[in-house]
């Protein structure tokens, strides 16, 4: 057998870490789901993060769905509160949407 080269581990060390577990900062939420968070903190409605990311107010009521389910919250109150205490995102909804 072949002895691996180093190419070949830094390709298999990339494909590790790709596939590895989430983040624990992130709690498996996607860039979106994050920057949806982010305009929650910031007293956002859903017509208002709707207009801003230029889609559906549906699409942003399935985004916190999914991030109800994913953070185990089940309203907007338990979102801020837990993004806040764990650091999930800035407290300036303005820092969620300049990245």
């Known amino acids: 057998m072949k ?3 180093k190419v070949t581990i830094q390709t298999l060390r990339k494909m ?3 596939s590895q577990q989430p983040s624990k900062k992130t709690f498996g939420l ?16 859903n017509k208002d993060i709707a207009k801003t ?7 942003v009521k399935h985004h916190l769905t999914n991030i109800y389910d994913k953070l185990g919250v089940y309203n907007r ?8 205490n764990r650091g999930l995102c800035p407290l300036t909804p303005t820092a969620a949407l300049s990245s």
């Open 3 to 5: 002895p691996l080269t």
């Open 30 to 45: 996607t860039k979106r789901e994050l920057e949806i968070v982010g305009t929650i903190v910031g007293g956002y409605s």
């Open 16 to 18: 590790m870490s790709a």
């Open 77 to 84: 109150v338990e979102l801020v509160l837990f993004a806040i």
């Open 53 to 59: 990311f230029t889609i559906s107010e549906d699409t």
